[in-house]
């Protein structure tokens, strides 16, 4: 009867072991995929952040300006009489009376 | 039989306890690798935060000779083409033909995703018989997503990708000598990025992992750990909407004056920032390709009349003279000591202030003997001439100046107005800003701020004065001279901007040519410096054009290097919001009031 308790107990643990190593290793693979998942979507706002800056350059606005043949001309510097600071909020109020 | 099991016991024993830890140490070295942790590269902005460089993750496409060669890979690759199963086709087909076969399917899928005739990839994969082959560099993540659907779609094996870094950079022809380059170790090569190569780069990490037969790695027995510590991120005092105003202006001036090269750098005079730095010829940041020399801290220079300013600072902080004091000028020509100057006009007396307007030759040496030779060595040490600025940036030149040991008979009528000295234009910037701010000699910096990757600040760059060069008052007396320079009666006229009162000064020099062993006939380096307002200077640049070419266009300093200076600073005070003066029309004379 003894010997029959300790096989069952020995049996009961190493069928633990062999769940709970299963279960680990099921777990550690999820874990790599959710590590891939990660990095895959990080890598895809990387590369619409660096595609946004690109379209976002001062050069390549102006060249697609340029190209497209845009109707906007530069405003000469000799005209400009006056330029409003907009951080001002004076200045602000005074300009924009309708927000009042 | 007791006797057989008893060694086979003790052999058991032997390997398993004895032996133990050498056998676990091989296995070890077969299946448990260090994976490195790369450190992701800090990030590069301009003053207001604008992206300049920052890293990329891309892939590159490799393929394994050896597991194109592998049977089974073949087999199965085949199977999944021609709808069989691998054993259906190993019936089918002998095992060169296998292998033939499916590097031919391959070749067929792969071509025009990798962007290869079939050939050429024929051709490349046939280069190499074992080992890794590189097919594609530089595959964005979208590419790679795409690529990698496809090849387990088609059960396409031994085909691998490896994820790497590589510096992306959204204007890539744009402040190119300032931010510099990677190599392909990723360690930074000029600019900032190498003289921030150490803060930027961070540390990896790593962490031990074991891989199954396959190479797959087992997750669940990850070892020691260690995470990346990744790089600090950098901003800069350069203002990219500046910068552009500056490339665009050097970019008509290079296809308008032909010259050999233009430099051209503007700083805030007050506290040295360096708001925009650009030269032609440059290069390109993404392929490396073009002239990659800063010229405009590397190159040095005679600058000529612009050298003018070290002996007029001198007299006035002497109180030698102030800029009423009237100086014979000897009609254009003057032999003193068996050494001639000339003017390139005849001039007679001439006010202080008249001699730097009208840039008189005579004029200047007069006043730096006034001064006295060992003074005036003494003005142009003072005046950061001959030793680095101290900017942010490797590969600065300290330009040359002579101790009165080493000058020569003709040095001192020389040196005074800007020959027999070697300069960069960040040099005479820097020393035009000690008159702009009241005398004192800034450092200049290009490098703002640090951050950690988490944004906090690490290390906070801030104005740093050098020294007192000159005093408040005697700047006031040499700006009052440069804005005579920037008027109808000046030389700089050119370099005027509508609104604005602009000092400055012009130069021109002769190029010295080391081939020719001395001057070249009809071949000058001009250059003009200026800053505005000058009543409360905002803004200082230098534009230094060498060897123009420009046909019937006179060459001197007014003529080709001012109309670009007052381009730029036209664009500028409007895009900076300078305050325009609010005086009268004749600026020089409502200023002499004061």
Same mark, same amino acid.
């Given at each position: 009867?003894?010997?029959?308790?300790?096989?069952?107990?020995?049996?009961?643990?190493?069928?633990?072991?062999?769940?709970?190593?299963?279960q680990?290793?099921?777990?550690?693979?999820?874990?790599?995929?959710?590590?891939?998942?990660?990095?895959?979507?990080?890598?895809?706002?990387?590369?619409?952040?660096?595609?946004?800056?690109?379209?976002?350059?001062? %050069?390549?606005? !102006?060249?697609?300006?340029?190209?497209?043949?845009?109707?906007?001309?530069?405003?000469?510097?000799?005209?400009?009489?006056?330029?409003?600071?907009?951080?001002?909020?004076?200045?602000?109020?005074?300009?924009?009376?309708?927000?009042? | 039989?007791?006797?057989?099991?008893?060694?086979?016991?003790?052999?058991?024993?032997?390997?398993?306890?004895?032996?133990?830890?050498?056998?676990?140490?091989?296995?070890?070295?077969?299946?448990?690798?260090?994976?490195?942790?790369?450190?992701?590269?800090?990030?590069?902005?301009?003053?207001?935060?604008?992206?300049?460089?920052?890293?990329?993750?891309?892939?590159?496409?490799?393929?394994?000779?050896?597991?194109?060669?592998?049977?089974?890979?073949?087999c199965?690759?085949?199977?999944?083409?021609?709808?069989?199963?691998a054993?259906?086709?190993?019936?089918?087909?002998?095992?060169?033909?296998?292998?033939?076969?499916?590097?031919? *399917?391959?070749?067929?899928?792969?071509?025009?995703?990798?962007?290869?005739?079939?050939?050429?990839?024929?051709?490349?994969?046939?280069?190499? !018989?074992?080992?890794?082959?590189?097919?594609?560099?530089?595959?964005?993540?979208?590419?790679? *997503?795409?690529?990698?659907?496809?090849?387990?779609?088609?059960?396409?094996?031994?085909?691998?990708?490896?994820?790497?870094?590589?510096?992306?950079y959204?204007?890539?022809?744009?402040?190119?000598?300032?931010?510099?380059?990677?190599?392909?170790?990723?360690?930074?090569?000029?600019? &900032?990025?190498?003289?921030?190569?150490?803060?930027?780069?961070?540390?990896?990490?790593?962490?031990?992992?074991?891989r199954?037969?396959?190479?797959?790695?087992?997750?669940?027995?990850?070892g020691?750990?260690?995470?990346?510590?990744?790089?600090?991120? %950098?901003?800069?005092?350069?203002?990219?909407?500046?910068?552009?105003i500056?490339?665009?202006?050097?970019?008509?001036?290079?296809?308008?004056?032909?010259?050999?090269?233009?430099?051209? %750098?503007?700083?805030d005079?007050?506290t040295?920032?360096?708001?925009?730095?650009?030269?032609?010829?440059?290069?390109d940041?993404?392929?490396?390709?073009?002239?990659?020399?800063?010229?405009?801290?590397?190159?040095?220079?005679?600058?000529?009349?612009?050298?003018?300013?070290?002996?007029?600072?001198?007299v006035?902080?002497?109180?030698?003279?102030?800029?009423?004091?009237?100086?014979?000028?000897?009609?254009?020509?003057?032999?003193?000591?068996?050494?001639? &100057?000339?003017?390139?006009?005849?001039?007679?007396?001439?006010?202080?202030?008249?001699?730097?307007?009208?840039?008189?030759?005579?004029?200047?040496?007069?006043?730096?003997?006034?001064?006295?030779?060992?003074?005036?060595?003494?003005?142009?040490?003072?005046?950061?001439?001959?030793e680095?600025?101290?900017? !942010?940036?490797?590969?600065?030149?300290?330009?040359?100046?002579?101790?009165?040991?080493?000058?020569?008979?003709?040095?001192?009528?020389?040196?005074?107005?800007?020959?027999?000295?070697?300069?960069?234009?960040?040099?005479?910037?820097?020393a035009?800003?000690?008159?702009?701010?009241?005398?004192?000699?800034?450092?200049?910096?290009?490098?703002?701020?640090v951050?950690?990757?988490?944004?906090?600040?690490? !290390?906070?760059?801030?104005?740093?004065?050098?020294?007192?060069?000159?005093?408040?008052?005697?700047?006031?007396?040499?700006?009052?001279?440069?804005?005579?320079?920037v008027?109808?009666?000046?030389?700089?006229?050119?370099?005027?901007?509508?609104?604005?009162?602009?000092?400055?000064?012009?130069?021109?020099?002769?190029?010295?040519?080391?081939?020719?062993?001395?001057?070249?006939?009809?071949r000058?380096?001009?250059?003009?410096?200026?800053?505005?307002?000058?009543?409360?200077?905002?803004?200082?640049?230098?534009?230094?054009?060498?060897?123009?070419?420009?046909?019937?266009?006179?060459?001197?300093?007014?003529? %080709?290097?001012?109309?670009?200076?007052?381009?730029?600073?036209?664009?500028?005070?409007?895009?900076?919001?300078l305050?325009?003066?609010?005086?009268?029309?004749?600026l020089?004379?409502?200023?002499?009031?004061?």
């Amino acid at each position: 009867m003894r010997w029959i308790l300790v096989v069952v107990v020995l049996g009961i643990t190493g069928s633990s072991y062999v769940y709970i190593k299963n279960q680990h290793v099921a777990k550690s693979d999820r874990k790599k995929a959710l590590e891939e998942e990660i990095n895959q979507v990080e890598r895809e706002i990387e590369t619409i952040e660096l595609r946004y800056a690109s379209m976002m350059d001062r %050069v390549a606005v !102006q060249r697609k300006l340029e190209f497209t043949g845009s109707s906007l001309r530069k405003i000469d510097p000799g005209v400009v009489q006056k330029i409003v600071n907009r951080d001002t909020p004076a200045a602000y109020a005074v300009d924009t009376p309708r927000d009042r | 039989m007791v006797t057989v099991l008893s060694l086979l016991s003790i052999r058991l024993v032997y390997l398993q306890v004895v032996m133990h830890d050498h056998y676990a140490a091989i296995a070890a070295s077969q299946h448990i690798r260090k994976e490195i942790l790369p450190a992701k590269r800090g990030e590069i902005t301009d003053r207001h935060g604008e992206l300049l460089a920052r890293n990329q993750t891309v892939f590159t496409v490799v393929a394994d000779r050896n597991h194109l060669n592998d049977y089974d890979i073949a087999c199965r690759g085949l199977a999944a083409s021609e709808g069989i199963s691998a054993k259906e086709v190993r019936r089918k087909y002998d095992r060169d033909e296998i292998r033939g076969r499916y590097l031919m *399917r391959l070749v067929r899928v792969l071509a025009h995703p990798l962007e290869y005739q079939g050939w050429e990839l024929q051709k490349k994969l046939n280069a190499s !018989q074992a080992g890794e082959i590189v097919l594609v560099r530089n595959v964005e993540e979208d590419s790679y *997503r795409a690529l990698k659907q496809l090849i387990d779609q088609e059960s396409i094996g031994g085909i691998y990708f490896r994820q790497t870094m590589r510096r992306f950079y959204p204007s890539p022809r744009t402040l190119t000598h300032v931010l510099g380059h990677l190599n392909r170790e990723g360690t930074g090569q000029e600019g &900032i990025e190498k003289s921030m190569d150490a803060v930027m780069r961070g540390a990896d990490g790593y962490r031990f992992i074991e891989r199954d037969r396959r190479d797959h790695e087992i997750t669940a027995y990850r070892g020691e750990t260690k995470a990346p510590q990744d790089g600090h991120s %950098v901003r800069l005092t350069i203002d990219m909407g500046l910068q552009n105003i500056v490339e665009e202006a050097l970019s008509d001036a290079w296809f308008s004056c032909l010259p050999e090269k233009i430099s051209a %750098v503007f700083l805030d005079p007050n506290t040295g920032e360096v708001l925009a730095m650009a030269n032609r010829p440059h290069f390109d940041l993404a392929t490396r390709e073009g002239e990659r020399r800063n010229r405009a801290i590397g190159d040095t220079y005679e600058p000529g009349s612009t050298f003018k300013i070290v002996a007029a600072s001198g007299v006035f902080d002497r109180r030698l003279v102030n800029r009423h004091t009237v100086i014979h000028c000897h009609y254009g020509s003057f032999t003193d000591n068996g050494i001639t &100057i000339s003017d390139h006009h005849p001039y007679g007396d001439l006010t202080v202030e008249r001699i730097i307007a009208k840039s008189s030759n005579i004029g200047t040496y007069k006043l730096s003997k006034q001064l006295g030779g060992k003074s005036f060595y003494e003005y142009m040490t003072k005046f950061g001439f001959g030793e680095e600025t101290g900017l !942010q940036l490797t590969g600065e030149s300290l330009g040359r100046i002579k101790s009165p040991s080493e000058w020569s008979g003709t040095s001192y009528s020389r040196m005074p107005i800007g020959y027999e000295v070697a300069v960069t234009p960040l040099q005479m910037a820097n020393a035009l800003a000690v008159i702009a701010n009241g005398g004192n000699l800034m450092r200049p910096y290009v490098v703002d701020t640090v951050f950690d990757d988490k944004g906090r600040v690490i !290390q906070k760059y801030r104005p740093q004065v050098r020294r007192r060069v000159i005093s408040e008052q005697a700047a006031n007396e040499v700006r009052k001279c440069l804005i005579s320079v920037v008027s109808p009666e000046g030389t700089g006229e050119n370099g005027a901007v509508e609104g604005y009162t602009v000092a400055g000064k012009t130069g021109t020099a002769r190029k010295y040519c080391a081939e020719l062993g001395g001057y070249a006939n009809g071949r000058y380096v001009v250059s003009f410096m200026g800053f505005l307002p000058a009543e409360n200077p905002q803004l200082l640049g230098i534009i230094v054009v060498d060897d123009p070419r420009t046909g019937s266009l006179l060459r001197y300093g007014g003529t %080709v290097a001012a109309p670009v200076f007052s381009k730029i600073a036209t664009e500028a005070a409007a895009y900076l919001n300078l305050e325009p003066y609010r005086g009268g029309a004749n600026l020089a004379k409502t200023y002499e009031g004061n």
